[in-house]
């Protein structure tokens, strides 16, 4: 089986690199499944989990925050503010941020505040998924 | 000649202030290494996040956005990084003169321009002169990770965006050795000049759902990480400057406890001898 090698890089430093057979990552307009010898492209991120099949058919699952994909027929790299992959999430951590996120929805109405509660709360949502391995 | 417990007094504490400098010389020299770390690990991103940028801005070339083109300057920003605690050698006076020459070089008046300062340090200086200070982070963690730093960044572009300056400059210290950092000045924005950092770089991309659409989230980011990769960079020979501070103190503080130890045995001898002489100046007064 052919296969492509992925980069996910934060500026915390790299966080996954291996070959696989199709990276499955949701942009902005859609969920997008890539394949080895893909055309070039780049594309922004949302908050959500990047699926990996390796040659043999297993997947590993990384949490990303945002960021975007850029495709090469023989590479892909994808670069996030930050990035997890689904062993190495804090369950709990997630979990607390989540409550954390969601008081502030119900106490603060300032908009800017709403927006970045809302961002985080998506975020911990996102992590909490990707660790239960549902994407 | 001092009295010889005026000159032990002084000893004593000459060793205790040379025990702290040599445990601060430990704690940066440990400090320098892990920031050196994170400076490192974050090539790869900044990398490859111009790689990106410069391969969408060079390729697609009817591409516009309000960061990549250059409009006339009414105001410039400049941030400056310092760090929040002194005893760091010249890390911090360098980097500050190096900002004042070029206000002075650049500008007329203080109404041309606006600082963001990084670091107490630095705030406090432009502050007490009265310079236009519009924002100042203090606080940061000696290791600070992205988020610590995206509140600023994200601040920073975002006030080009609105207007309030027309070109952003960064003033901080480019890490080269333990002992040597250079006073760097960059241009964060508009962003000009871009070069894919590594070679070959040239495929034309397909861009969903288009290329400006992916400007407006790239490039943010890449200004973003520009102010992130100098605050790393800061971060390191700010480490390393009070590393060698610390390190020139101590040898100082060794010097100077060599030296009055010398000067203590002196004094001891001569107060030795001078009773001796009493002694057999009184016994031969008896006889």
């Known amino acids: 089986m052919k296969t492509v090698q992925v980069n996910i890089v934060t500026p915390d430093g790299p966080v996954y690199d291996s070959e696989v057979a199709m990276v499955i990552a949701k942009t902005v307009s859609g969920e997008i499944g890539v394949l080895p010898g893909h055309i070039p492209l780049v594309a922004p991120l949302t908050i959500g989990g990047v699926q990996l099949k390796n040659a043999e058919g297993k997947s590993d699952f990384v949490a990303i925050s945002g960021g975007f994909i850029e495709v090469r027929p023989d590479k892909v790299s994808i670069l996030a503010p930050s990035a997890e992959v689904a062993s190495s999430i804090d369950l709990a951590r997630a979990q607390e941020a989540k409550a954390r996120a969601e008081e502030r929805l119900k106490g603060k109405k300032d908009e800017v505040d709403f927006q970045r509660a809302e961002l985080a709360l998506k975020r911990a949502i996102n992590r909490i998924n990707v660790h239960e391995g549902n994407v | ?287």
């Open chain 2, 1 to 287: 000649m001092a009295n010889l417990r005026e000159i032990k007094t002084r000893i004593n504490s000459t060793k205790k202030t040379k025990a702290m400098t040599k445990a601060m010389q430990m704690v940066s020299a440990s400090k320098k290494a892990r920031a050196e770390q994170n400076a490192k690990s974050y090539v790869p991103y900044m990398e490859k996040v111009q790689d990106v940028v410069a391969s969408i801005a060079s390729g697609a070339t009817d591409v516009t956005h309000p960061m990549l083109s250059s409009r006339p300057v009414k105001k410039t920003g400049y941030i400056l990084i310092t760090s929040d605690r002194g005893l760091a050698g010249a890390y911090n006076s360098s980097v500050i003169r190096g900002l004042v020459n070029t206000l002075n070089e650049r500008h007329k008046s203080k109404d041309e321009y606006v600082i963001l300062a990084i670091g107490r340090v630095g705030r406090d200086y432009f502050v007490k002169r009265e310079y236009n200070v519009i924002d100042s982070v203090i606080g940061l963690p000696d290791q600070p990770s992205f988020s610590d730093v995206k509140a600023i960044a994200r601040k920073a572009v975002g006030m080009f965006a609105e207007g309030t300056y027309d070109e952003l400059y960064m003033y901080y210290n480019h890490y080269i050795s333990v002992i040597s950092s250079e006073v760097t000045e960059k241009k964060v924005l508009p962003i000009t000049n871009l070069v894919p950092a590594t070679e070959g770089v040239s495929a034309s991309y397909e861009f969903e759902p288009s290329a400006e659409a992916i400007l407006e989230v790239l490039l943010p980011q890449y200004a973003e990480s520009l102010i992130y990769g100098a605050i790393l960079d800061g971060k390191a020979s700010e480490h390393a400057a009070r590393m060698t501070a610390m390190k020139a103190a101590t040898d100082n503080a060794s010097d100077l406890i060599r030296n009055l130890d010398l000067v203590y045995n002196r004094a001891r001898q001569a107060a030795i001898t001078q009773e001796i002489t009493e002694i057999v100046g009184g016994a031969a007064a008896l006889e």
